[in-house]
Every structure is written in C-alpha cells, then in structure tokens.
C-alpha cells in the first residue's frame, strides 16, 4: 500500500509550474519512501525554448511591460570581392550567433561576476587580435577558421564588456548619477583612443620588420591586460558573490571578525572555478549548487531512480524529515560526504538574506564534517547542529556585515537562472 505524505511544487523564476514531487511511504520495506516527479503537460516547450535565448530569464515578469516594445522597430589581396563579402558575411554571423548564444548560457552570471568577465572581455580582445595578425601566415581554409574564430571572440567580448561596465558604472554611481558617469567614461575613452592614435603614429614608422612588430604587439598587449588586472582588482564590490561570501564567512568561522569590502577585494580571485568551496587558508574543501531542480537533491540522500516511471526511492535521509529540519527557513539543503558537496533548493519567495544563511551554513557544514563519516544519521545531525549554530547568530552578523558596507540586501549567490520550490 502506497501512502502519500508531501506534495512539492517547482517553479521557475517566472512562478510557472515545472515538476510537481509527491513522496509516499511505502509497506515493504518498513520505513521506506519513492518519490515521483510529475511533470506539467505543455506542447510549447519548443517556442519557450526558443524565446528565452532571446529574452531575460523570468521573462515576461522579469522586465518591464514596455521591455519588447522598444526591441522592434580578410587577409588575402588576390581573394575575390565575393570571396571577401562571404568571408565578411560569415564572420558577422558567427559573431552574432555567439552573442546570443553567449548572453543566453551566461547571461544570469555577467552581474554578480561583473570583475571576472570585465577582464575575461579584455583576454577575448587581445586574443582576436593576435589572431587576425596571425591568420595571413595560414592556408585559405585556416585562414577562414581563425578569422571566424577571432570574430567569435570579439563578440564575446562586447557582451561581457557591455554587461559588467553596466554593473560596475552602477556600483560606482553614488550619487545615483549613473548617466553622467557614463557620459564621461565614454570622454575618458574617446581622449585615451585619441592619444594612441597618435603614438602610434609616431611610432608605426620605425616598425619596419616582423619580430619588431610581434615585439610591439605582444609588449602592448601584455601592458594593456596587466594594467585592466590591476584596476579589477583595485574594485571594492559591495555585494556579496559566491567567493566574496566564502571569504567572508570561512574568516567569520576561523577569526571571529567581519571583513570590509576593500578587505575581502585584496584576497579575491578574479578567475575563480564555479561552485567550489574554500576553506579559511584557500583549500577547496568541496563543490556546492544553489538554486536547483529538487530532483538533484534528491540524487544525493541515496535514492534510486527507475528508469521507466522516474520515481525515486529514497533510501538514505527521510524527505519529510528534511523539511521538517528546515521548515522555518526559506531553503532545503543536505550535504554528500561522499563527493564533498552541498546542495541547496530555495523557496518560493526567498530574501537575499536567507540565501547567504544557506551559504553561510553550508560552508560550516562542509568544514565540520570534512573527516566525519557518511552517514545519513549524521549527516541529519550536522544539518540540525549547524543550522542550530547559524540561526542563533545571524541576525548579529548581518547587523556587522552592514556596519562594515556590505549590501546584503542583494542576492548575488545564483549564477543560473534558478528553481523555487512551493509546499
């Protein structure tokens, strides 16, 4: 006999329904469960895929309702004029195929890891550079390759560039006087352009052979990114991102103190691998996920998954005894001591605030039980223990974390566009 006990409901960040999850306890053997994933009938899944690689995540609740209105209204001397107006056609469709493509997989990304892709566009720039100088050296078929390659580059640059200038124009923007600010970095741009124009002039003249010219380019090229590496660097943001709040928190737990933003920017990494967890001295001490599909937390309390009917068979921590560890809070979270990763399912209606309590907890978690054994009695314990230890806490630590400047009232932990979940 098959007894049903909890009801879930998925959405996505639009509040559609996407999985519904109906666990039942089952007669054999005692104290056993399944859980079955429901999905809604819909028969235009392909127009919605489609459309959100155009559109931003949420959309239509994502934006305003006037958002769509105002959307609408070489190398070679003995080539063909054809040949180059198809070659030209090609680099321009590889590059626009790779802007959407780019700004549909990362799109979610671009604001809370503003620092990284602002000097990721940089590296994409420089790189199609060499490679348009390079490509003459190549046969014709090559040729094309890289020239499409390096127009694919460029595009990738003017998203990412596009979209971490907007946030950090809006970091920098005080006095909310973000169209001035902008207006005149466009004058700091223009005059800097102006000013090397006119030093390569003077210079262009005395280049004469080919490794003065590599010489030249690989000299300026290495100037221009050491010197944009310094000035992300030099960025104090004061929202908290995956990494910035590791590094907050993984020094709470082990010093007792708050840091301040300009602390935190002299210890982040601006290339940082996604989803890892570091420990107070830089070790990756295990991956994590927030934001998912609840059937990605149910992959890891040892459930089986029938290849027919897809339900699951919860064979390790009890779901229901899950949600009742965390039903006070806005998030569900468990922990693989296997694979040393946590997991963390969000709520319908989820504050900024309690997404970094998830945080928070789940770096103590994986710092606690790093040598522990993996069980799901003790896993339920560490749950209840750490959540215990954070909660009688918090509130003290967002009262310190505003004190010192950071905005914690801006949620910059997903990366992805996520998942709720409703009971």
């Known amino acids: 006999m098959v007894e049903k006990e909890l009801e879930i409901l998925e959405k996505n960040e639009a509040g559609e329904v996407t999985a519904t999850y109906i666990q039942s306890s089952l007669a054999e053997p005692k104290g056993s469960s399944r859980v079955d994933i429901v999905l809604p009938k819909r028969t235009d899944y392909g127009w919605r895929s489609l459309l959100s690689v155009f559109l931003p995540a949420g959309y239509p609740h994502s934006v305003t309702k006037d958002y769509l209105d105002q959307g609408v ?16 056609v090609l680099q321009e469709s590889m590059g626009r195929i790779a ?19 602002r000097l990721a566009a940089d590296v994409f720039n420089d790189t199609a550079m060499i490679l348009d100088c390079l490509s003459p050296a190549f046969p014709k078929v090559f040729r094309v390759l890289l020239l499409s390659f390096s127009s ?20 920098f923007a005080k006095w909310g006087n973000l169209g001035e600010l902008n207006a005149k970095d466009s004058s700091q741009e223009t005059i800097i352009s102006l000013l ?14 080919p490794f003065t010219t590599w010489t030249s380019l690989i000299l300026l090229l290495s100037i221009h990114l050491a010197t944009n590496h310094a000035a992300v660097r030099a960025v104090s943001m004061h929202t908290l991102n995956r990494q910035r709040a590791n590094i907050v928190f993984t020094t ?28 107070y001295s830089g070790e990756i001490i295990g991956k994590f996920q927030i934001g ?17 009917t897809g339900a699951i068979r919860s064979l390790g921590l009890d779901l229901t005894r899950l949600f009742k560890i965390f039903q006070h809070e806005e998030y569900i979270l468990s922990y693989d001591h296997q694979h040393r990763k946590v997991i963390i399912v969000l709520k319908e209606g989820v504050s900024a605030i309690s997404q970094l309590k998830a945080w928070a907890q ?23 223990s750490t959540l215990k230890f954070i909660s009688g806490r918090f509130d003290d630590w967002i009262r310190q974390l505003r004190e010192v400047g950071w905005d914690v009232d801006v949620a910059s932990l997903e990366t992805i566009s996520g998942r709720r979940i409703l009971m």
Request: with cysteine; charged share 20%; proline share 2%.
């Open 73 to 88: 209204g070489v190398g070679d001397a003995s080539a063909s004029p054809t040949a180059a107006l198809l070659l030209s």
């Open 99 to 117: 802007t959407i493509l780019f700004a549909h997989k990362l799109g979610t990304s671009l604001e809370p890891e503003c620092k990284m892709y």
């Open 152 to 171: 694919i580059l460029r595009a990738l640059c003017g998203v990412a560039a596009g979209s971490s200038k907007a946030s950090l124009s809006a970091h």
């Open 196 to 209: 090397g124009m006119l030093v390569g002039s003077l210079v262009v003249s005395h280049i004469t052979t």
């Open 252 to 279: 709470l737990f082990e010093k007792d103190i708050i840091l301040t933003p300009e602390e935190v920017s002299t210890q982040e990494r601006i290339f940082e691998y996604d989803g890892v967890l570091r420990s």
């Open 292 to 308: 998912v599909e609840l059937k990605i937390l149910l992959s890891i309390l040892g459930g089986e998954t029938h290849e027919q």
């Open 362 to 384: 789940a770096i103590l978690i994986v710092t606690e039980t790093r040598k522990s054994a993996n069980d799901a009695m003790e896993v339920e314990n560490r749950l209840i």
